[in-house]
């Protein structure tokens, strides 16, 4: 039963499983917390992070992605989402008998908690999984565009690598470690950004015109929100309120506040100053790093992921827009990619029973945990979901293309900003 319990602690069995144990109240109230925290990371903390960035005349066009792209992702879920993620079905993907929450009932349980409470848990994953996505193509993608790719990308990618890794599927049989999305949410996210700003195109102006944030105070307020919001993501993941949420609680924080330093560290270093974009960004980095490790890890792991994730996602910030002119306009794939990848890989390491200070809690002392086994199989979950991604996204963006006559806006509309042409609305009046 222990046994059972652990994996579906770590989304690796499907609905309904252990309902016959009674539904736990302290349990559920923390996920009813936690669900909030997550809804709350992308409603209101990544639109005011992604608004402030952008320049004025396209503010209310990240906004309005970020709220409508919540709304289209919780009516998909409702339909077929959740159940072709955590639906029994194949290795592949889940089935449908689940639909529009068919047979659920009140009192129906996944594990101690609703199972309608796990069914909203799971759609804030699904919510805030494309909005990061809006990041890469910001200021230049058409809205309708942006609704129909999202959706697309939904059913093709988010689904069925939620289902290989938390529902049942290929990459759970081998035994993959993701505790909270690094592979679910972080790479599938930041491969599709990379994706979609190298097939939408650069800014017009990029790299050759300073596009600086227009309003760095909204972005760190929305920065605030995102590292309170994590903890729903990250310890609500243990779904139970226990010591490993208590531990994956510690270990996110811990990881942000080291990936900020470590960031704001190399801007000084390279360039003479600290900047309070790169400190907020390095928070993002070390939470996205942290994040399919939460779980796993102790806090001196967690120190050295942070460090790791503020230093390398810096650097991958710079190959991306520097060296390969990349327009990921606001550092999608270097910072959720790169860092989903780097935790996804370091959880083999950190994990480890027997490496004294900086052990992890994913096995017991003396279990036979091998630390290249788990790195191999964590290798080739992060391999497949990249290749997956990289393609899928690549098909979805040219159909989405065909569909709408173009994903991009007009170079006209581009220069007088997508608040207006888009939306007959500005952010701003003086």
Same mark, same amino acid.
């Given at each position: ?60 066009? =990240? ?18 989402? !959740? ?13 449908? @008998? ?62 069925? =690598?939620?289902?290989? =890794?938390?529902? #049942? ?32 195109? @650069?800014?017009?102006?990029?790299? @050759? ?19 309170? #919001?994590?903890?729903?993501? @990250? ?179 581009? =220069? ?11 952010? !701003?009046?003086?």
């Amino acid at each position: 039963m222990k046994k059972l319990v652990t994996l579906f602690a770590l989304g690796l069995l499907p609905f309904g499983a252990l309902a016959e144990d009674g539904m736990n109240g302290a349990n559920t109230a923390w996920i009813l917390t936690a669900t909030a925290l997550v809804l709350f990371m992308t409603l209101p903390g990544l639109s005011l992070f992604y608004g402030g960035l952008v320049r004025s005349k396209n503010v209310l066009s =990240v906004l309005m992605q970020c709220f409508a792209i919540a709304c289209v992702a919780s009516l998909i879920w409702l339909m077929f989402g !959740y159940s072709l993620s955590f639906g029994e079905g194949s290795n592949f993907i889940g089935d449908v @008998n689940r639909i529009f929450m068919t047979g659920m009932q009140r009192d129906s349980l996944s594990g101690d908690i609703p199972e309608s409470l796990f069914f909203m848990f799971q759609m804030t994953f699904a919510i805030i999984t494309p909005a990061l996505i809006v990041g890469a193509f910001a200021e230049r993608m058409k809205f309708s565009s942006v609704l129909l790719f999202s959706a697309f990308w939904l059913v093709a990618v988010y689904f069925p =690598v939620c289902h290989w =890794v938390w529902g #049942g599927g290929w990459l759970a049989d081998m035994g993959v470690m993701d505790f909270a999305g690094g592979i679910v949410v972080h790479i599938t996210a930041g491969v599709a950004a990379l994706v979609a700003a190298m097939v939408i195109g @650069n800014r017009k102006g990029f790299p @050759n015109t300073a596009m600086p944030p227009h309003n760095m105070t909204m972005t760190i307020t929305g920065a605030g929100m995102l590292w309170v #919001g994590w903890f729903g993501f @990250n310890a609500g993941s243990a779904l139970a309120a226990n010591g490993d949420a208590a531990m994956a609680m510690t270990v996110t924080h811990i990881s942000a506040a080291a990936g900020s330093l470590a960031w704001a560290t190399m801007e000084w270093v390279k360039f003479g100053k600290p900047s309070v974009l790169g400190i907020v960004t390095g928070m993002v980095a070390g939470l996205g790093t942290i994040t399919p490790a939460s779980g796993f890890v102790g806090p001196a792991g967690a120190l050295v992921i942070g460090v790791s994730a503020g230093i390398i996602c810096f650097y991958m910030t710079q190959l991306v827009k520097r060296t390969w002119k990349i327009d990921d306009s606001l550092d999608v794939f270097p910072v959720h990619g790169i860092g989903g990848i780097l935790g996804s890989l370091l959880v083999a390491v950190f994990a480890s029973p027997d490496l004294g200070i900086f052990s992890g809690f994913g096995a017991e002392p003396g279990a036979g945990y091998s630390i290249l086994d788990q790195l191999t199989t964590q290798t080739i979950g992060v391999v497949a979901t990249f290749v997956y991604t990289a393609v899928v996204t690549l098909v979805l963006l040219k159909l989405t293309a065909l569909l709408t006559g173009g994903i991009r806006v007009s170079a006209e509309e581009e =220069v007088a900003g997508l608040d207006i042409t888009a939306h007959e609305e500005s952010g !701003y009046k003086f």
